[in-house]
């Protein structure tokens, strides 16, 4: 059973819409991360959490929110989406102390903001 | 600034062939280096990982050659098979302070057909 799930795995929107892509991890991992990868940038870390209710700033975090409600969970919020943001995004996981950890990635969801 | 670059940026190489896949970094508080494989559709997945005290890692026919000198790494992918076509990502991880990881852009690694 998969230990990062994500979703939606697709999801389009509008121009100045609002989006929310959600993310469950049962691995009991601390660490949650949320990337964007897009051809010729690789993979470009947004937000990152260490525990519920906590919140780390990522390298490119402009235009973007997250929360973690709980140890499982981690929201990327886009308020007012703009065609930049068009990308495939990652989840991931990785144990407490972080340190020389695996990170273990979802399946991703494909957002295009038309 | 980008911190890992990788190169090429695609390679293809013939079933049996071995393939290298080139990696550098600038910060040199990095000190352990992680690459992951990810399959179209997928997300990426831990292959293999090396740190700054140990110049070569092994796992089958995955091996890691590191020189800290240089600050260069690079994956060595022997009896290439076609399950091995992929894009592989270099990263890097700091001794000290954040465990955040710091991606290169990837290389696409085929199997000519």
């Known amino acids: 059973e998969a230990a990062v799930t994500q979703s939606p795995r697709n999801k389009v929107t509008v121009t100045g819409g609002n989006v929310t892509l959600s993310c469950r991890q049962t691995n009991s991992h601390n660490y949650m991360y949320w990337y964007r990868q897009d051809t010729g940038h690789g993979l470009r870390l947004i937000h990152y959490?260490?525990?519920?209710?906590?919140?780390q700033i990522g390298d490119v975090p402009d235009g973007y929110k997250a929360t973690r409600t709980t140890q499982e969970d981690f929201f990327l919020l886009l308020e007012l989406a703009s065609p930049s943001q068009t990308s495939l995004y990652f989840c991931?996981?990785?144990?407490?102390?972080?340190?020389?950890?695996?990170?273990?990635f979802g399946p991703g969801t494909r957002l295009t903001v038309l | 600034q980008q911190q890992v670059r990788q190169s090429p940026q695609s390679l293809t190489v013939w079933e049996g062939e071995t393939a290298i896949l080139n990696c550098s970094y600038e910060?040199?508080?990095?000190?352990?280096f992680p690459w992951y494989q990810q399959f179209p559709g997928e997300g990426p997945a831990l292959l293999i990982s090396i740190r700054s005290v140990s110049d070569k890692k092994e796992d089958g026919r995955f091996t890691i050659f590191f020189n800290k000198r240089e600050k260069k790494l690079s994956l060595h992918i022997t009896d290439s098979q076609p399950g091995d076509s992929a894009t592989y990502f270099c990263?890097?991880?700091?001794?000290?302070?954040?465990?955040?990881?710091?991606f290169g852009k990837g290389t696409k690694f085929s199997l000519i057909p």
């Open positions: 959490s260490y525990g519920a209710g906590n919140l």
């Open positions: 910060d040199s508080t990095f000190n352990y």
């Open positions: 991931a996981s990785s144990d407490s102390g972080g340190r020389d950890a695996e990170q273990f």
């Open positions: 990263a890097a991880q700091p001794g000290t302070g954040s465990n955040r990881l710091t």
